[in-house]
């Protein structure tokens, strides 16, 4: 594992595996690692991803639901919140909706419309975010979807799932990575079968009220895809990484339907009356 220091830091990737680990969780061993040159050497999960095991066929259902049995896992851990991280509260929350106004929005708007566009839509995303923004309740692993996940043969239970790219987390709401996992922007995941993803895990935590827990599940639904929609659009015009335009129009559509899912109307609203080609956007066609 080579991560420049100068970009960011290995100490993160470790911190979290080293917890997972302790968890009965298979994140990978750490070997060695120098955070002044951002070095590691870890633990080779070999090249089984849950994305290319599906491309080949493998049991869609059997797949997913081992994501799912780990995450129920996961969040029934008490310990698993021991570990000191910040919280995905309002902080990171608006930050990752910021993206939405400065890369996305701002396509549409001039420089004083864009202005008054964003504080509108902060106000109603802060007022529709205040329940959600102080849950400390799990460890949220922020990139939890089939490309980030392995099977690893050998092993058994909930440790037969590989995890990776885990070293963003925060401790947050239980419902989020429910959702990476169903509303996955590569990959189309159908309602009928994202409901049973949904069933399926709250057969396994029964104290969690069902209504409460779908309330914060269209909620930071919502959320996760207005963030990628901004997110691609920066990735494609300020890195060049523009194959994530492709998933421009699955992220549009869950973001339509999670608004209206979640209630958020008044958000769905403005978008239509500031940005009335918002679901119909065609990518920019990148240069050279």
Known sequence: MDVPPSSETIVPFVTIATHLQGLGLSAPKIYAHDPDQGLAVIEDF???????LLAANYSEHALYEQAVDLLAALHEMDEACTIALPTYDMGPLSTELEMFIDWFASIYLQKTQAQAFGDAFMSLWNKALA??????????????????LMILPERTGVSR????????????????DLVSLTQDARRHVSPAFEGHLIDYYLAQRPQIERGQFLKEYHLLGAHRATKLVGNFERLSRRDGKHGYLAFLPRVMR???????????????????????????HAPHSPQG
């Open 254 to 280: 869950l973001l339509e339907a999670e608004l209206n899912a979640a209630g958020l109307w008044d958000i769905l609203a403005l978008l239509n009356a500031d940005l009335p080609n918002w679901k119909n």
């Open 161 to 176: 799932c590989g995890l990776l790219d885990f070293q963003d987390a925060l401790l947050g709401a239980p419902a989020y």
């Open 46 to 52: 070999g090249r089984l991803t849950f994305t290319q």
């Open 131 to 148: 329940p959600v923004a102080g849950i400390r309740s799990a460890l949220v692993l922020r990139d939890f979807h089939v490309d980030n």
